[in-house]
């Protein structure tokens, strides 16, 4: 049987992060995720931002990482090579009700340490953003909330940690989990492996990994969120826009993303379906209240739906045989050590995206403690991302194709995108093309794949017949 010193289970943004933090350690690691590539689970399907900091409870490490998150996040994207836009966000209310809750966020972001909040009148929000519908009453300005690609940092993540030497088992399920001296032994539907640590970070399913070994201590009750894309032809609102509805719950998310495309997000509503099925009456609402947050939007733009699952998180107890869940829901991020030597991240929401780097840290720190390993001094922090055409003038698009003539022949019309950087998502990994459109934006655009998919399905049997 194979031994190793830690495995993370899941390749999700977290397990990515894990990874890539444990490299930073003298311990031997593998990724095990059950799909076929990472950043296909909860990751894939996200609003997005990464969060300032102001929701968080004063003190909470949720509002720490977050903070420190945020503040830091541009030096992780400049050493992954992942876009990231710091375009601000305006929090903006239409009530009573709401301006009480972005007065009492703001005083949250003081105690923070949030950087350069304001709270502003509707009419200055207006002035900010001349999207907003003149209703607005009050804003609550933050500077600091960017937003990045969720599965391309996560793919980043990835492709560092295994550029350091982490080994990955994609295709792998994780079955049983027992405990033999001071070994875990993991059952896989590819072999077993030995290992001393354990990083869960099975996303949906992390409840479930845990109990493979553990009694139950939190489960995880899901419930969905939907979401539209607008072209990125259309005029859409600079910043990102939370908003704070009258009616408790019911605001929605609307986010220039860094393709350029407006990401609406709708608030939450219970499953339906499939676990990524979208619910028509949830987008219609979506819709309707983006037509009265934004009166100027031209909706007809939307080029596409779809929708999340959020897994929320509950303590329970095992009353006479039966799980019991706690009334609410686990509010601060569930880091939980049932056992020597094994993390789980259960259930991490809205902020995950923006603390992925800082969870990673964490439970990487613990686990070389754990371990008792030195830092790995030959740790390369950086990863070269996939040159994009989009990205290079006409001079140096002419340079790139007279190199390699892959790079003048473009595949994904409506993004610009070649067959040479295709390619390259295929060596670094693609085997789907969804995992082409994750690594390098095709199908993104108006037509959403329907004339490149074809050819990038050859693409990929090519490359299959060649390996
Ligand atoms: C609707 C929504 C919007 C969000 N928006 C934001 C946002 O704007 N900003 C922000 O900061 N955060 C946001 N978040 C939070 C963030 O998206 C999550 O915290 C993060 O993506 C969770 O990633 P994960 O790695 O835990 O899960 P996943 O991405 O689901 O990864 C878990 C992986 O584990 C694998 N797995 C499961 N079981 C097994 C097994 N037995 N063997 C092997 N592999 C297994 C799965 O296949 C999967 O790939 C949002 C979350 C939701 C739900």
Redesign the pocket.
């Known amino acids: 049987m194979r031994e190793i010193d830690a495995v993370v289970?899941?390749?999700?943004?977290?397990?990515c992060f894990a990874a890539r933090n444990l490299t930073r350690w003298q311990v031997s690691a593998l990724l095990?995720?059950?799909?076929n590539d990472v950043?296909?689970?909860?990751?894939r399907?996200?609003?997005?931002?990464?969060?300032p900091g102001y929701d968080n409870k004063p003190g909470s490490l949720k509002a720490a990482m977050t903070v420190r998150g945020n503040g830091e996040f541009h030096l992780l994207c400049r050493e992954l090579e992942v876009p990231f836009k710091r375009c601000g966000s305006l929090m903006v209310s239409f009530g009573n009700r709401a301006d009480k809750v972005l007065r009492k966020k703001y005083e949250q972001g003081l105690k923070n340490g949030v950087p350069g909040l304001r709270l502003l009148s509707g009419g200055e929000a207006g002035v900010l953003e001349p999207f907003l519908a003149p209703e607005v009453t009050s804003a609550l300005l933050a500077p600091s909330t960017g937003t990045v690609n969720?599965w391309e940092l996560g793919i980043a993540a990835y492709e560092n940690a295994v550029q350091n030497g982490c080994e990955a088992w994609l295709n792998?399920?994780?079955l049983k989990i027992r405990k033999e001296k001071k070994r875990y032994i993991m059952e896989t539907d590819r072999e077993p492996i030995a290992c001393r640590a354990v990083l869960n970070?099975?996303?949906?399913?992390a409840d479930k990994?845990q109990e493979l070994l553990f009694p139950p201590s939190v489960r995880l009750f899901l419930d969905g969120?939907d979401f539209l894309v607008m072209d990125r032809q259309m005029e859409v609102p600079g910043h990102i826009i939370f908003h704070e509805s009258e009616e408790k719950g019911k605001g929605i998310t609307a986010v220039p993303a860094v393709e350029g495309n407006l990401l609406l997000s709708s608030s939450k509503r219970p499953l339906h379906g499939g676990l990524y099925a979208t619910d028509a009456s949830s987008l219609e609402r979506l819709r309707s209240t983006a037509a009265f947050l934004f009166p100027d939007l031209e909706l007809e733009g939307v080029i596409r739906s779809f929708a999340?699952?959020?897994p929320n998180p509950y303590r329970v107890e095992v009353l006479n045989g039966e799980i019991v869940p706690d009334e609410k829901s686990i509010d601060s991020f569930v880091i939980e050590n049932p056992g020597p030597g094994f993390w789980s991240?259960i259930g991490?929401?809205?902020?995950?995206?923006?603390c992925a780097d800082q969870l990673g840290r964490y439970i990487a720190l613990k686990t070389a403690e754990y371990l008792d390993a030195p830092p790995n001094s030959g740790f390369n922090a950086r990863r070269k991302s996939i040159t994009r055409l989009s990205g290079l003038d006409f001079e140096s698009r002419v340079l790139l194709a007279e190199k390699d003539p892959d790079h003048g022949e473009i595949i994904c019309q409506c993004e610009g995108i070649s067959k040479g950087e295709i390619l390259e998502a295929i060596r670094r990994g693609a085997v789907t093309v969804d995992g082409v459109k994750r690594r390098v934006g095709t199908g993104m655009g108006q037509c959403q794949g329907s004339r490149c998919s074809r050819m990038i399905s050859n693409l990929l049997e090519g490359a299959g017949d060649e390996a």
């Open positions: 289970i899941g390749g999700g943004v977290l397990g095990i995720e059950e799909k950043c296909t689970g909860i990751t399907a996200n609003t997005a931002v990464v969060y969720p792998t399920r994780v970070c099975a996303g949906v399913s990994i969120t999340a699952v959020r991240l991490i929401k809205t902020p995950g995206l923006t």
